[in-house]
């Protein structure tokens, strides 16, 4: 069993900056592959980023593409999602997830456990 628990949204400005983090409990955290996901108000659940369980492969959503970072660290059971020049778009409700993958790709086809999710609200 794996839980996580995110932390780190607020309020901000356009152009303004974030850290979110996703805590995770469990001994087995550095074996799975973690996203982050986010859910706009009337929207669905879209994919932002994921970070292998080593840390040695990331993906992003073309949208967030050289704003955002994400990270681990497996020492701490954190994985970070550093978010820059944040745009009025990126209101929403980001979850963090985790997962295995099946060797078929790098990234898990589905993530098994889901955090609560933090509110990042970015103002014009």
């Known amino acids: 069993q794996v839980q996580l628990v995110e932390s780190g949204g607020g309020l901000v400005q356009a152009g303004g900056s974030l850290r979110l983090s996703c805590a995770a409990s469990?001994?087995?955290?550095?074996?799975?592959?973690v996203g982050w996901f986010r859910q706009a108000p009337g929207k669905e659940r879209e994919f932002v980023a994921a970070?292998?369980?080593?840390?040695?492969?990331?993906s992003y959503t073309d949208s967030v593409k050289g704003r955002f970072t994400i990270s681990r660290d497996n020492a701490k059971n954190t994985v970070y999602l550093q978010m820059n020049s944040l745009k009025p778009e990126d209101t929403a409700v980001y979850y963090c997830?985790?997962?295995?993958?099946?060797?078929?790709?790098?990234?898990?086809?589905?993530?098994?456990?889901w955090g609560q999710g933090t509110q990042v609200t970015v103002s014009s």
């Open positions: 997830a985790a997962g295995i993958s099946d060797g078929s790709s790098w990234f898990p086809l589905v993530y098994d456990y």
């Open positions: 469990g001994r087995t955290f550095s074996s799975y592959a």
């Open positions: 970070v292998t369980w080593s840390g040695g492969k990331t």
